[in-house]
């Protein structure tokens, strides 16, 4: 309780010591700060209803109990008031509030990056990881990519928006229809409400892939278009290999040391 508290507004120092600067500034009004000659009382702690009394009755019931009397309804007729502890209230409040914004808080913008030509197993893993995204509410840009001539071909960058349009129709619908930009084409897919979506390939799955990954505990999220390289000449040359039916040479046998 203490002294007197400072005047709502001006440029006096607030409750947490910091100067009135327009933006730290508490609209809340307690005790001496409300306005009303007569308030609505209501008893924070064991909610008890004391009726309309005049404000200085209020603020001295409150005084007598260690508490303060918070104006927690001012546009009501008369304004609504509790008798609490005003820094136990304004902690509640701030809790409060950063749940309700924490369950508004939308998804993410999640990028898919898709290569012309792309091979059916790669295509595979990426509609996969786009309906994660879908399912745990984030929204997938799509990028398909042109390179070297491809870019003369068009027609294949629009065939395929097509089928990862129709793959993905069951989890998102097309807010951005597929559009050409530079050598891609770039379209947006959003989720569709949560009793709505189906999966099309992950059906036994009703919710959100579990992730091991280090790296996505760690804020990376490696479903995301990060292995696109230029060539692949390992995994080519390992196919190689598979495709004849022979295994990779083993490697020559190290040489006997010389006796010193």
Do not use: W
């Not at 993410?108 to 509410?137: C, N, S, T, W």
């Not at 996505?216 to 004849?244: A, F, L, M």
């Amino acid at each position: 309780m203490g002294g007197p508290r400072p005047p709502m507004g001006g440029g006096g120092p607030n409750r947490g010591g910091r100067p009135n600067n327009g933006r730290y500034v508490d609209q809340t009004r307690i005790n001496e700060r409300i306005r009303a000659p007569k308030v609505r009382v209501v008893d924070g702690v064991n909610h008890q209803q004391y009726g309309v009394l005049l404000t200085s009755q209020a603020i001295r019931m409150a005084k007598e109990r260690g508490l303060d009397l918070v104006e927690v309804a001012p546009n009501a007729e008369p304004p609504v008031c509790k008798i609490v502890d005003y820094g136990k209230y304004k902690y509640t409040q701030e809790k409060h509030k950063k749940e309700a914004h924490k369950h508004q808080k939308g998804g993410k913008v999640k990028e898919m990056k898709f290569r012309i030509g792309i091979d059916p197993h790669d295509y595979q893993i990426k509609i996969l990881h786009a309906e994660d995204f879908l399912a745990e509410g984030h929204k997938c840009r799509i990028q398909l990519q042109f390179r070297g001539r491809q870019i003369a071909h068009q027609e294949l960058g629009h065939k395929l928006a097509k089928k990862i349009k129709e793959d993905l129709l069951t989890m998102g619908h097309v807010d951005q229809e597929p559009k050409m930009a530079g050598r891609n084409i770039n379209m947006q897919i959003s989720p569709l409400p949560e009793q709505q979506r189906h999966r099309k390939f992950k059906t036994h799955l009703k919710g959100v892939t579990e992730h091991k990954d280090p790296h996505y505990q760690h804020g990376h999220d490696p479903r995301e278009n990060k292995h696109d390289e230029e060539d692949h000449h390992d995994d080519d040359h390992h196919d190689d290999h598979k495709s004849d039916g022979q295994s990779p040479p083993a490697a020559p046998p190290a040489e006997p040391a010389a006796e010193s």
